[in-house]
């Protein structure tokens, strides 16, 4: 898989950048963009206002055509998504109320900042959490879960279909979340619909990775446990400013005992708003999951620059869970309240 970040972006003095706030984050959100179908929302302070997204009543219409990839290692269950090269050859024939679509084709490229936040592809990170949580047998039966900047969703599908409680994806992009995230949750509620039924192994994935080129899904009516599955799940787009405010002005406060997030600090401007939902949200025993890059290159972000905005901000400890040498150096972590003494 090819990785690049083709933008460009005046990095910021370490100075500058602590001295950031939320409102400072928010210079960098997009313009208004508008098709004649739907109006993305921009509230008065330039800020992408966060939208929820429902499932639409005919949830066949979003695997339509889809070709989908399994992801599978060891005891995790298949998780199954939408084939990342077919969509790539189509994306661009595609209508969205962002124009996402047809601009990342245009220019090649994997990232518009402020535009597109690069959720429209399964990064490498991704898998290495995967890995991590695979290896250490995380439980996440009963629990609320947030997949921070969810991209394709890889990492709630996983909490879903071992037995989250709640699931709440959220995305920069309401393309991303209605295009991407929404079917790859349906195509592992229909691999549920499907276990008993399908005998021809169509869909399998086997333990060195990720098998192409799988058929799609049998069409199936909708019943009771994709519809059981389904309802545990809350899918937002929108910056995070915008948001964590959506979340805080719920009754009771949604507080997540797991917040899981991949490939998301490679932009220094973004970490006040990242650090604000850990701090909001973030249930006072639970925990945040992050997986990332050491540095990203031409961008000025990565793991040591936002472990030292961490620490000065003196709310969360951060344990280092597993490195990942080959290539870019990656890294996955593990953020936790500080106790008072500590």
Known sequence: MAFSFNFDLQIKTDEAIHKDSIQKDQDHEPKPIVTNDTKEKINSDGVKEAKEHSPPPDCQSLLEDAVRETFTLGTLPPIHYLNESVFEQTMSELLDSEDILSKTAA???DLISGVYEGGLKVWECTYDLLEHLEAEGEAFSGKRVLDLGCGAGLLGILALKRGAREVHFQDYNSTVIERVTLPNVLLNCEDDDDDDDDDDGAGEGDEEGVKYGCPPPKRRAPGPPRDTKLAKCRFFSGSWTSFLTEMLSNDPLPKYDLIMTSETIYNEAYYPALHEVFRKLLDQGGLVYLATKAHYFGVG??????????????????????????????HVVALSFKKPDQ
């Not at 793991?303 to 870019?328: H, I, S, W």
């Open 301 to 330: 972000g990565g793991l040591y620059l936002f472990q030292n905005f961490v620490e000065q901000r003196d709310v969360f400890k951060m344990k280092c869970l597993k490195n990942v040498e080959q290539g870019l150096q990656r």
């Open 107 to 109: 220019q090649n490229t």
